[in-house]
């Protein structure tokens, strides 16, 4: 049986469309049919045409399948359709009575398998902490965690927490918990010179194979925590996560963090990324003298001179650009050492 609705089924739609609804009238199950709905004008041909070129499954007696926006009363009105307030609807249907399919081809199946979520699950684990048996004190902060977790995600975590470097002597009961993790003791391990929110995004990480949302974060704070993940992803050996990081950091190269970024690419053996930024700060003028006035310049002259080596290398066809640039890093060196003494 057809189902006509002049005004719609939907009330969320309010009237704005004419639905067409098919359904099953006879007490049979499972009857499985493709069908067809075709506006036709006053000549009988067709004009307007609504498909379901797959096999849907009508389950019972009254389950029903169809359009809710067959199409918009608007569109309806200003067409050939209506004639003396009447219009002609074309119902085509194919029952399918037998599944035939190829030798060796699976059966028809009537439902999807879900995606996977083991992610989800596991992140609960950490949300609730629920099960935890280790903690991390970052920066005042207590984050409760699984160490079988931990270790099957990061051989340093491994070797940290089961292996032969197993902490034992800094681990001390904790103490200061707030009341609704029920004041648990267990072995907290204290972890130097980390932020407590890269760590927290590193754990998430490591439970879920995700960064956390960073929507509320301005760009350059996200960079910022991309710096940061970088030198965590190395220290316990998540490459992935040290590739994601890499990839942000050579799409949203700046002025302001290249130098920055430079000295962490040198330092943690990412060389497409130190690329990038020779490149880009061997671009232009306003980006080499941009990024010689950073802090972070002074610290990449500090810590990785070699790079700033590699960039007056890499301007020696601009002879301008280079002489510009042993001046600028020579003033930035008697700046720095006038304010030591």
Known sequence: MIYYFPDGRREQDEGAYISLVLS???????????FTFTL????????????KRVVHNFRWKGFQWGYMRF?????????????????????????ITACRTEPNSPPWCPFEV?????????????????GAD???????????????????????????????????????PIDDMDESQNKMQMPCITIED?????????LHFAYQDSLPDMEE?????????????????????FERLKLICERKLIKDVEIDTVATTLALAEQHRRPHLKAVCLDFAAASRENLIGMVLTSGFEHLIESCPSVVKELQDKVCFHSNLKELLGKLSDSRKRRKFAVNE
Request: with cysteine.
């Open 24 to 34: 099953l009238v006879s007490a049979a199950t499972d009857v499985r049919a493709m």
């Open 40 to 51: 036709l004008d006053r000549s009988g041909n067709p004009m307007h045409v609504q498909q």
């Open 71 to 95: 199409i918009s009363k608007t569109d309806l009105e200003k067409s050939d359709y209506l004639y003396e307030d009447c219009l002609t609807i074309k119902c085509e249907i194919d029952v």
């Open 114 to 130: 879900p995606p996977p979520n083991l992610h989800q699950d596991i992140g609960k684990l950490l949300n609730t902490g629920e």
């Open 134 to 172: 280790v903690a991390f004190k970052v920066d005042g902060q207590v984050f409760l965690a699984h160490r079988l977790v931990l270790a099957s995600r990061s051989r340093v975590f491994s070797a940290e927490l089961l292996g032969e470097m197993k902490e034992g002597q800094n681990c001390v």
């Open 194 to 202: 980390m932020e407590a929110e890269v760590f927290k995004a590193l």
């Open 217 to 237: 974060l301005t760009p350059a704070q996200s960079v910022v925590l991309a710096q940061h993940l970088l030198v965590a992803a190395d220290r316990y050996d």
